[in-house]
């Protein structure tokens, strides 16, 4: 085949044959071409032939920390090292290194943060110290056969290239090093290769005193020698048979979640029809919370069902008092003593065993370490914040120091023999216990980008004397000019960015206009731009009891975008024209000039609306707003619009200080419900509207129809008390919850809505196109579609939503990428999870700061049983949204027993706790251990004859998270 | 899987303004005037060029010639072995399009009420197939000696983050990028065929077109040399 691509740097074509499977689980051929090239660079600083292809950054200074074992060199790195030390490379003393692509390649796909740490290295934090050479497309280093039987395939391809650079480089006297990991394969490439080193070998090579730190980081692999003839896990089987065990269906993939309640115990979900696997002890084989884990299914006979049994670490951790802990040999399997009597025959459900690990999920982690009793030990524990991760042991000089400290610490590797995952300490964050340390904790575990923002997202900003100008347009469609209407905004008390507004005002009998006026942030963030990139990752402001950590700068989050009473300010508007029965005639959007007249609170509008002295403008409108939205409510409830509870507080701050004051009393005004109403008619209606123009790449927002197998936890309570639920539809599930009154407990009806909530999944962003037409629907609020348009200030959802009817209605240019619905979705799944990781970062906060609270304080206050387990019943304490584990231990002697199925606590056959029942609970700081304090509850009604209840459960391990 | 990988290369090794081999063999059906089997990587396409005759009435046009061409591709052209490949929805628009890009080269009016048939097949499509097809109706006209304004050459090219590539493979195809089909005379700007999938935004127009214009002259020159030499090869005595 004769070449004649007449473009510089390709040498020759190769055909390259991969096969691949589809979804389906067919395999297919395919045969690509693979364009070998002549102008890749080999990287060294002095070679002539490449000097044109590149920078060249190796030997660039000449070796300036010498190796004792070899000359002149450049370290060519394995895969392995690569995945396992990713953190030692940040070291100056490891210069002239080179990756492969075929170890570029394999980082990539075994390991996310080794891969973003290589990525940053090689081409931005250490671009002088490492080269990429492209080994796969360069026409002396391709090979499709393989020349060395004895190698693997990655160390074949590690070998030709240093033999490729070392004849390559033989005139400058540079010899390639080869840098791996493994034992067996530096002796198989010894037989063909004479710079064959291990990383570690390297370093204690190195003729720098700097080398004692390195070695120290590397000092935890050491632990897991070989010597330790007890392997507690099995073998993972090999990446071959688990690929063909997914092929024949014998082995299936999925992610590996621990339950919340009991650590031991995980389920993997392995289809699209959402059905799991239960795993369970030892066959959780390594597997951490995340990993996306290869499982296999257990004989029949083998199945066991979950133990329904609270386990947490911490509580067996005191149970076993602290002693044993440095000591893992001692801590006996419990998995064994397990009573065999539990495998009966009731209930078995689908059990799996974890045979191989796809892709470690694994992150660095914040938390602490555990107390020792050996003093100056090197080996330690450390427990991790997040509750579904193992303990993780490491090694460290400094554990006197640290032991005050939060720190974050990183899985190194789980070698069979260890009961726990090996690491390596990363920083420290700070002294344990301070406000900023734990905040900080909060932020890094939720993955909360929160560091300032940077020069050029500010440099982006407006000046701050700006001004508005209705000349200044961006789309066909101009801005209105309304600054004469009479518009307010009603918020809580010191809100700070006020995204919307509303007016309204009767234009004809019968007939009235209402307007909503949202903040006009995409004026302000152009696309594309560094303001907009940050906005995009943040992705919403999130709010913690003492913190808010704003998406976009303050400037505009509080000033320029927020709608402030009596400034002018740029809006995004939606006017209807409705009749009084809330008839909407017609809805017309415009970008608008705007002047609120009174930035209200909901208290101070609600006393308006209620004055009959108040005759203003103002307070016409609200009065007209407030009739309209009871309208519009009972439709919405008319149509099966849940109302749903949650158990969420907030707390009233000493700004001073910042600590808790009290917890804000929740009252319930009827203005809350009128500006809701009217924000959720905006977002409807735009839904409306982006969606009939761009069917395939409007962002909306659904909740998912709940399936009738998740009602079950709530059809069983509410049975238990007499009622029924009916869960066939969305009104009747609503109608049904509406009848659950009970006289007696009037708490009631609001726990059955938190059950209610738990049932169902959370309402996502996604983009139109990508899901059926019907499944488009918002259950909760029961509407065909949705969307987010209203708060385009703390969220970013609304921010795309206001481009795309910006877009829509020629009031502004169609962004590059804005109608791509890829694009859209990539979106929609950052989005997502950063409002979930801002929703669990906020009630952190609040349990962080119930810790606080209740320093120095005890209170006895009203608690409900939520749920009843082998050894324990939760508590959930409404006053501060509080909700704990507290252990019962049951025995014969005290005559106590609990009923699981029947969700209740019985003494001497008596029932004496009931699921949703009142208990009275005393509440108060456990500083035991000056480490962990935690919030205790304390049983003090029903009185349990024989059981001191002693520890408590909150849901966090202590740092409240 | 990056379209452009960190290193600024492309799944197969090239930069993202290279084409693939072209690879041709004009003349290997006797049968018809002229015929071309060309390669773009490891795109295939026969074109076998029938004509100009005194095709069907229902055709006819008084003062040119008609262009009919038929697309298609074979049962085992992709990676699935498809049962229909002719006569569906995309064939069929694609045979038009050969036909309004063709009857904009040749010089039709020579040829008053008589017919050209084109046929093209794609043997193995992988990616650029339109492309191909034209390029490799161009060659075949030139066999055939039909006269035309000059040779017609094509090219893809798509945007990833707002970069161009040219001359996609049917892998750098799947995802939803957008991308045009340009064919050109003589590698000037003369266009006589675009096809666009995909959205494009406005922003982007202007560098994919200008991309694909310089590959089509990438293209038309591989193209010219091929005519050139089978010229010679056909017509010793025209000499030098
Ligand atoms: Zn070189």
Redesign the interface.
Known sequence: ???????S??HS?ALHTTYFQNRSGKV?K????????NDLSCGLAQCGTCKDFGTNPLLKIENPVRNAKVGRHALIVDSTSLIRFYDLFDSSLLRDLIVT?TV?EGVKAKAVPAYKKM?SLC?EDAKDRFH?F?N??HCETFSESSKFEDLSRGEELLLSTALYLKTHWQKHNVAPVVLVFDEDSKKRMENHYQHVMYLKEYIQNLEDPGKQALLDQMAAYESSGNGNEKQIFDEYLSHDRIMEGIASGTIKRGNFSVSRENYREATVIIDDQLTSWFITGNNCNRAVNGDTVAVQLLPEDQWTAPEKKIRLRDVEEYVKTADDMGNEDEENDDENDEPKAKKSKKMTVSTAKVVGIIKRNWREYCGMLLPSTVKGARRHLFCPAERLIPRIRIETEQAETLSQQRIVVAIDHWPRDSKYPLGHYVRSIGEMGSRETENEVLLLEHDIPHAPFSESVLDCLPREEWEPDLTENRGPLPRVDLRDLTICSVDPLGCTDIDDALHCKQIGEDLFEVGVHIADVTHFVRPGTAIDDEAALRGTTVYLCDRRIDMLPCLLSSNLCSLRGEEERYAFSCIWTMTSSADIQSVKYHKSLIKSKAALTYEKAQEIIDDPKEQNDVALGLRGLMKLSKVLNARRTGNGALTLASSEVRFDMDWESRTPKKVMEKQHLDTHSMVEEFMLLANISVAEKILEEYPDCALLRRHPVPLKESYKPLVEAARHRGFEIIVESGKGLADSLNRCVDKKNPMLNRLLRMLTTRCMTQAVYFSAGTVPVPQYQHFGLACAIYTHFTSPIRRYADVIVHRLLAAAIGADD?????????RCTKICTNINYRHKQAQYAGRASVQLNVVRYFKGKVETCEGFVMGVRNNGIQVFVPKYGLESIIVLQTSAASGTTIDVEEMSVKVNGDVVIKELEPVTVRISVNEKNQQRPRVELQLIKPAIPGLSVDFDLSSSEGLGL | MNIISEHGFRIDGRRPAQIRNINTRLGLNRNAEGSCYLEHGNTKVLCAVYGPYEGKSSKRIEDKCAIVCQYSATKFSGLERKNRTRGDRKSTEISRLLEKAFESVILTEAFPRSQLDIFCEVIQGDGSNLAACVNATSLALADAGIPMKGIASAATCGVVDGKPIVDLTSREETDLLPRVTLATICGRDEVILVELQNRLHIDHLSTVMDAAKATCADVYECLAVVAQQHLKACAPILGN
Request: aromatic share 14%.
């Open positions: 085949m004769d070449l004649n691509v007449k473009q740097g390709i074509v297919y395919r045969a690509e071409e693979r364009y070998l090239r692509q570029w990525n081409y990429v492209m796969e497309f169609i962004q590059s990428g804005l109608l791509n619905q890829a």
